[in-house]
Antibody
Framework: QVQLQESGPGLVKPSETLSLTCIVS????????WSWIRQPPGRALEWIGY???????NYNPSLKSRVTISLDTSKNQFSLKLRSVTAADTAVYYC???????????????WGQGTMVTVSS | DIQMTQSPSSLSASVGDSVTITCRAS??????LNWYQQKPGKAPKLLIY???SLQSGVPSRFSGSGSGTDFTLTIRSLQPEDFATYFC?????????FGQGTHLEIK
């Protein structure tokens, strides 16, 4: 069974860049697209964006100017960079596998456990 | 953005009961609706995709229905492991958006 595990700093200072990595184990990163989703405390999940296996990306317009999601097939992992963070970016960050087929459109079928990132000085 | 509104936000039920959770979209999304289950400290789990299709490995007591703007998730004969938070997600357009979640607790 494919498993995902997020890693990265739990504390980031305001105005700096949040960087997270998601390691894909027990399966190949190729052939799928990969997403980042976050959940601020007490709020709904927010889709951040995804990277296709070709390297193409699709981002939430509300975050597009600050976000980069990239793939590293040699390490079987993908990453998130969110620039110029503020307290509003404090959230649990999840990585997830995106499924997009004729039958299943833009669903997230495998998720990591999530990692809490706090933005504070 | 398409707003997804779930009701109720919390729900109490007993083992063996049947419950229904509603998700309403702010515009027509056809059948582009997915449901997830999340337990505390655990990764979310895809239950239903395309409004009514059961994800592989999900028990048949879970079912989804609806199209357009109104959708429901029904759980029949609740089991102890079903007490969790459930949320919907529209996959009709970017940005993908989620409901705020429905917390199902044991009465």
């Amino acid at each position: 069974q494919v498993q995902l595990q997020e890693s990265g700093p739990g504390l980031v200072k305001p105005s700096e860049t949040l960087s997270l990595t998601c390691i894909v184990s027990n399966g190949s990163i190729s052939g799928y697209s990969w997403s980042w989703i976050r959940q601020p405390p007490g709020r709904a999940l927010e889709w951040i964006g995804y990277v296709l296996d070709t390297g193409g990306t699709n981002y939430n317009p509300s975050l597009k100017s600050r976000v980069t999601i990239s793939l590293d097939t040699s390490k079987n992992q993908f990453s998130l960079k969110l620039r110029s963070v503020t307290a509003a970016d404090t959230a649990v960050y999840y990585c997830a596998r995106r499924v997009d087929t004729i039958l299943v459109t833009d669903a997230f079928d495998i998720w990591g456990q999530g990692t809490m990132v706090t933005v504070s000085s | 953005d398409i707003q997804m509104t779930q009701s109720p936000s919390s729900l109490s039920a007993s083992v063996g009961d049947s419950v229904t959770i509603t998700c309403r979209a702010s515009q027509n999304i056809g059948a582009y609706l997915n449901w997830y289950q999340q337990k505390p400290g655990k990764a979310p789990k895809l239950l239903i995709y395309a409004a009514s299709s059961l994800q592989s490995g999900v028990p048949s007591r879970f079912s989804g229905s609806g199209s357009g703007t109104d959708f429901t998730l029904t759980i029949r004969s609740l089991q102890p492991e079903d007490f969790a938070t459930y949320f919907c997600q529209q996959s009709y357009t970017t940005p993908k958006t989620f409901g705020q979640g429905t917390h199902l607790e044991i009465k």
